[in-house]
Nanobody
Framework: QVQLVESGGGLVQPGGSLRLSCTTS????????MAWHRQAPGKEREVVGS???????HYADSVKGRFTIYRASAKNTVFLQMNSLKPEDKSVYYC????????????????WGQGTLVTVSS
């Protein structure tokens, strides 16, 4: 069964950068629309940014100018480039995507990744 796999989390100092990846576990599936979410301890999950199937991107005000969502040339991977990280960016980051494959019937499948922890601390 296809899954979304996230990677790239870790510990970084304030002002540093990380790049998160969101990839389908089976490369025959491509990512259409997707969103990055995050959830800090004791807080509700929030949308960090989203990308439509046609490539229109929106960001939360809290990350505008610092975070960038973009696709890899391989259509089964989307990245979240995070620059100028702040301690308040510490969260578990999740990707949520609609995926499809021209090789399988049934249209779009919506999936969530397992989450990857980002810690920003000196």
């Amino acid at each position: 069964q296809v899954q979304l796999v996230e990677s790239g989390g870790g510990l970084v100092q304030p002002g540093g950068s990380l790049r998160l990846s969101c990839t389908t576990s089976d490369s025959i599936y491509s990512i259409s629309a997707m969103a990055w979410h995050r959830q800090a301890p004791g807080k509700e999950r929030e949308v960090v940014g989203s990308m439509t199937g046609s490539g229109v991107i929106h960001y939360a005000d809290s990350v505008k100018g610092r975070f960038t969502i973009y696709r890899a040339s391989a259509k089964n991977t989307v990245f979240l480039q995070m620059n100028s990280l702040k301690p308040e960016d510490k969260s578990v980051y999740y990707c949520n995507a609609s995926i499809f494959s021209v090789y399988t019937p049934g249209g779009f499948i919506e999936l969530w990744g397992q989450g990857t922890l980002v810690t920003v601390s000196s």
